[in-house]
Structure formats: structure tokens, C-alpha cells
């Protein structure tokens, strides 16, 4: 089980994640709507693990990464993000992400890339 | 062993005895005499102290002796000789083989020599080679040489004193077994000139056999050099020296048996290599003498080294007998009309001529004509096996071929795209076929990006970035995580292709695959899908479907306007319009009309972007835009489809429905052939509640039946009435049955029924009276006929369904043919239902038939 921070700007976005990961035996222990806030939230919690979305207004994901991983340089971050945004993908593990989930997602893909990335 | 085999070897083992007998002795250090030089003859001895006494005899030297005891009494021992009356000018005398601790040398009285420390060499025990010049006026005088002898256990000169002028001497000495420098220098270049060709030799065995050869050679050009006799005078004495003589003699017979047991095998028992690894033994010892010579030195250790190593007569005994086993071995083991076999017992012939025939100091030669025999038979093995692998190569080269054209072939026809690139990103040489109609254009050393998206810079980009970054993960971690990013499908040129990505060795291998036939049935699938979909979602909601028509043809036409003549501010306008149109979309799309649906969706697209940016919009440009618009256009795309397919008709009753069967049946099978179970056979059950009638439509015929035949058979009755029968059925599934319900009826009026007169005679009401009533009941469908006619005799119930059973005697025009009632049963039996039958003579009868509910 995985303390996961869920950050998305959609809420419903949010909320099906939460249950795809709640339904995967994981805790989603804080959300964040916006890069900023993802950091603050990761600062208070100490997830084992971040869900990020890319397109985000204020902060959007890459910065979030980056902010988080220059001062938690273990953070463990996904990426969520559907194919027609690659290049950003491709950005955010240059940024430093573990790994990243294409929209729309399944809970066995959720599973498996989670697993993999708490693995390491 | 064949018998020429036998032959050769028995004549080489033959000479190797006469040599053996030769070498025995082994005094192949004899020099030649010139006439430029000679030798001080007539030499004598006395034992004495440091100055010469006058007293003690002299006695005569024996140089075959060479040496004597050491005087425990004396430390010296005084040598004299005379010298010649005349003759040269300015000689030199040439001293060699001087055993003693020190010398010194007198011209009668007139010291003209003293040994320095360092001219004592093998352990302090021989003075070296001295060439000393004589002083003027040397003739007639006596030379006296002074030996000291203090740890030396023998004293004396073996070898020889020559006089002569320098140059000759020189000469001399060098001459003297210069061939012995001159082969061992040729040997060591012959090594080294093999060392540099054994690069070459791939094969293992055949490289163990050019080293042994090599060492061998190397061994004798060793001992060449080692006993050539000037070494001493040539350079300083070394401890290397005894190394490298008694290392090099000793090996030489070991390299060469080692050499046969690589080319012709180590015969019966690894006799062979027992041969060579007993001669190796015999080097320890030396080895160890010598090293314990050079150490400590000690006399005993030396005596015991110079015995050891002058046991030339076991040595050589050994190696004769060692030779006699290997030919024995050669005869042996190696085939018939073997070459390398012959050419070996040439060279040992050879050696063996050379000592008992010519002289004994070609032995060398010898030697030589044996290296070169060696260096023939690996010759002649390394053109077999080069011959050999040539023709491997060429026979691997053709299967290559073969094969290489065949996978070719397969690649070809495969139907596939394959190529390859590797890090430079441009297309490797080697590509199937069907890359040059995908591409359509030879695509060999261009950038695969270039290839792939043409026109697409972004996309091109980001590709270079993942294929560098899987290209230069070695360790393939990174691959899973980011193959997934690379396209699977694109359009190029207007193809669909799809493809697939290997990666093999840092090389990337892709598969592209022309997928276009199979999209564009896949689309024409999905079209054909849409618009069945939208097709029977009309169909069964024809209310919904008029309504929304309607509505929409409204909307555009009167209502759009008054709205934007409204005193709306522009915001709420456009919200209206909005949501109206968002509306309109969401009505179309519940019935599947997916043109019209994706053109307000472009529209509420746009409307949105006005909504936000509001200020630069004004009413006008609002007005003519919504003007522009083709909105019958857009429904009339859908609206075409659906005439096309359901008919003019059915947009003219919008209050009920009007299909022609036909042109159901052609929807049902276009359902049929273009959707797969289960979708299809959701939308045909949709489609053929259409059709279903209540079942009591089919029975609509039978109260006009009825009432003609009882004026035909002249019975009066009731009006029939069908009570229920609202459940919806399959008409087809019934039709058979129900109209073979004509018998019953008939039978009911023809036969059951009274006549009025004998009605009222039996106190019946004067009409007949046939009662038809339909019921549901635990998913069956009871349909009751019921008469009050006269019955059936109890006895025949039970055969009335039968074929050929009649109550009457003549067949006539209405019943009696005893077939109606047996064609009412085979119809019910068809559709799985059965029926009973009650009746009361005098009262009446009831069928009731139970039937199964089709849809």
C-alpha cells in the first residue's frame, strides 16, 4: 500500500483516480488542483508517490516536478497524461518523473506502473 | 603399417644408430690449422712457488690430459715452451683453455702479461681466451707461463697456445666454427620469421605445432650460438651463458617430439608425450645444478654440474632411443601415403646423412634440413586446412546465399515493411520490398524521421528525442518505459500504417504495416454501424423523431430570429443560443443522427469561443452569421439516409408508422451482414417488435367466416367474439396455425352447431352461439373455442385429431374429408403447442389451445 498524492485540475479527474487507486489497496492521503499547491501538499505529507497531471493552470506539472524533485530529490512522481501530450511526457521524465500513465487509463495499467515505480 | 612405411622408418632408425655411434664422442670443437698461423709446440711443466725454481725438472705437457690435481705443496705450476727462431712480424700469441686462478706470463725474464680478476670466468676456474701481443725481438726466446692454483682443484691448459701475426689469428678464431654463429643466427631469424607467420594461424593445434616448431628452432640456434667457442672472447662471461648452452641442448629433443605429438598425435599409450615430459625431467636437475652453481659455488656443485652435462653419451642414447620410438609411433599412427610422414622421415634422413657421410661438423645442417622438413610438413597442413577452409567458406558462402535470398523472398512477400537503422537515425542498406511502395521511394541511408513525417517538425522531434534515448540505453531498462511513446499507427501519403518496433544489438528493427484496406472497412463498418443505429432509434422513436425535426425546423426558422431581435444583451443572446443548440445536439444524439450532431457540435465549438470573447463581437456579425448557416442542410445529410433506407412514407404519417415489409426485411439484413452478435441481434429484436401484430389480428378473418357459412349451411349464429388477445406475437410464426383454424370452425358449424329447429326443439336458444376468448397465463398464450352446439360422443374425443377420421359417411363441399382436424394438430405441433378438449354431449364443446408465446 502507497500514500499517493493525487494532483489533477479536474476533480472529476481526481475523483476517478482515487477510486481506480483505492480500488488498487492504495491510500490517496492529499490532492492538489495546480502545481503550486502539489508542492505544499507534498512538503505537509511526504507521499510515497505522486500523480501528476501536465496541464495545470498557475504551475503546470513539469514545473511541479522540478520543484518538487530539487528539494525531495527521491519523490517519486508520475505522470498522467493522454498520448496527443508525448512531448510533454517526454519533457516530465526529462524533468525527473518515474514513469507515466497515457489517458485513458485501466487499473491493471495504474497497477502495473505503480508496482513497478515502488518496486525500485 | 604399410610396408614402404616400414621401409622408411627401419632405414631412418639404421642411420640414427651409425649416427649415434659418430656423435658419441663429440669433438666437434677441432681446429683447422693454417698455414699463417701455429701452434707453440714442445711444452713443459714443473710444479713451483711464485718465482721459478731452477732446480725442479721439467716434464713434458700432456695436452690431451689437459689438466692435473692440485699440488696441495705448490701453489703454482710453471709452464715453458720455446719460440720459433724467426717469422712474423709483430705476432700475437692466442691463449685458450687455461685452467688456474690467475696467469701470468714471462718472455724469458720479461713479464708481458698478468690476468686481471675478471679474465677468470666459469666459476674463477678458466682464464678467457687471451690474444696477447709479443714484444720486438721475440724470436728464440722462452715463453713461461705461471698458473696459480689456490681453490682450483685442477690446473693446467687443454686447449691451445697458437702464434701468429694478429690479424691471421683473428681470423682464425672466428672461422673457427663460425658456421655454429652463423645457423644459430640464422635459426633465431628462421624463429622469429615463424613467430610473425604464426599470427596468421587461426587453428589451435596447428598454432601449438608452429610454437613447438619455433622452440625448437629457437633451442637450436641457441645451443648454436652458446657453444660457439668465442663466446668468451666476444663478450664477458656471463652466468647466462651455462643457462642458456645447457637449457637450449637439452630442450631442443623435447620441442621436436612435442612438434610430432601436435602433427601426427601422441601415439599408442601418449607414448610420445611421456617421451617428451621424461626429457623435461632431465632439464630439472640441470636447471638446478646450474643455479646452484651460480649461487653458491662450490666444487662439488660444479664437478657434479660439468658431469651431469657432459653425460653427453646417456643423453644421447636417450634421444636416439627417443627417435626410435617416434618413428616406431609414426609408422604407427600415420595413414597410408601420408606426405607430411615422408617428408619428416626425409628431413631425419637427412640429418642423419649429413653426420655419418659428409662430416660431422654439418651436423648443423643437418639439423637444419630437419627444421626445414618441419617447417614443409606444417606448410603442407596449413594448405590442406586453408584448402580445406576454402572450401567451408565457399560452401557457408553459397548456403548464406541461399539462404540470405530465400529470407529475402519471405520478406519480400511478407506484405510487410522491414527496415532497420541504427544510431545515425538513417535507413540501413538492407529493406524489404514493400518499403518502396509504402514510401514510394528508395529509401536506403535516408533519415527515418524524414520518412516517417515528412512534414511534421514537432513530431519529428520528439521521435529523434525517444529513439536516441532507447538507441542509448544499453542496458534496455529504459525501453519499456519509453517504446510505448512511439507511434503505432500514422498516415503517410494517405495510407494507414501501422508499425512495429524491435530492438536488436542498438540496431532498430521496424515493421510497417499498410493498414488501409483494413481501416477504411473498419470505417465503413463504423459508418454502416452508425446509420442502422440511427436508422431503428428513428424508427422506434418516430414521436420523438418528428418532434425533434420540428422542432429544430423552428427553431432556425422563427425562433433563431426572434431571439436575436430581442432586446437579449449579447451574453445572455448567445447563451441562449447556446443552450438551445446544445439541446438540439443532445436530441439527435440519443437517436444516432450523427451528421446533424457533429455539425451543431462545431457550431456550440464556436460559440463557445465567442462566449469568450464576447467584445469583439457585435449583434450584426452575429445575425449574418447565424443567417449563413445551412442548418436544413445539416439534417437534411441524415434525413436522406433515412428516406433512402425507410422510405418516403414514413415521414409523412408522423402519427404512426408506415414501413413496408421489404423494406424491413433489407434492414434486417443489412444488420445481418454488417454488425456482429451481440449488437446485431439487440438491434434486430428493436426492429422486429415492428413487426409483431396482437394476436388476435389473426383471427380477424373468422367472425365474417363464420357468419358466411351459417348462411351457407343455413345455422343461425351469434356473431363471433374474440375476447383478449392484445399480446404482441410474430404474425409469421402463427399464420399456419391460425388459418388452419378454418377446420375447427367449420367443423364447429358444420357439425356441432344445430340447426335452429332442433336448437329450439332441444330447448336451446335459437342462435348458436361460438365463443373465442384468449388468455396469457404463466408465459402461454390459452386461446378457448368454445360452442354449445351437440357435442362429441365421449368415445371419439380422443380421435378426432386423427388423419382419415369422420363422423360422416359423404364427403361434401364443407367438411368430412375426416383431414381438418389431423392439419389443426400437425400445425400446433409445429410451434410447440398442444390442446385439449372438453365437451358434454347435448352441451357443447371446448378446444382450448395452449400455445407457446413467439416473438
New interface residues.
Partial sequence: MARVLIVDDSAAARKSLQLVLQGLGHAVIGEAANGIQAYGEYERYHPDLVTMDITMPKSDGIQAIERILERFSNAKIIVISSLAQ??M??KA?EAGAK??I?KPFSPDKVSKVINLILED | MKKSNFVLSAVCILLLILVSIQVLPYPLFSFHQSTSTEPIQGWEYQWGQETLSKNMPWQKWDFQQGHLERNPRYKYIWLKAELPQEGYQNPVIYFYGILADSLHVYLDKELIYQSQETDTILGNQVIRKIIMPLPNEWQGKTIFLRLEATSNQYIGIYGTVLLGPHKNILEQIFKHEFDHILLGSFFLTLASIMWAVSIFVRDKQQKKALFALIFFTICTGGWNIAEYDNVDLLFFYSPLWPYLDGISVLMTPIAGFYFFEQVFGSGPGKIIRRIWQFHLLYVIPYLVLVTLNNTIFNENVYTFLTTYYSWTYIKLLFILYSLILVLVVAGLVVKRDNLEIKIFAAGITFLALSIVCVDLDLANWGIFGLIVSLILILAHRFVENHDRLAAWSKNLEQTVAARTASLRNLLNNAGQGFLSFGEDLLVNEEYSEECLRIFGQDIEKKPILDLLFPEDEEEKNFLENVFRKIIHDREGSLREKYLPLLPNELKLKGQDIQIQYKIVNDIFMLIITDVTDKRFLERQVEKERNLLKMVVRCMLNRRDFHEYVNDYRNFYSSRLQQILAGECPLPELVNEIFRLVHTFKGSFSQLEMVKVVQHLHNLETDLADWQKNLRNIDLSSLKSYFQKLPWEEWLEEDLRILQSILGQDFFKRPEGIYIEKTKLLEIEEKILSSLQPPESEHLLKEIRKLSLKPFRELLDAYPEYIERLGEKLNKSIKPLQIQGGNTLVNPDKYLNFTKSLVNVFRNIVDHGLESSPERLERNKPEYGNIECRIQVQDEKLYLTIKDDGRGIKQEIVSLIFKAGFSTVDGVREISGRGMGLAAVKIELERIGGSVEVSTQEGIGTEFCFILPILE
Fill in positions: 508525448k512531448t511526457v517526454l521524465l514513469h507515466y497515457i
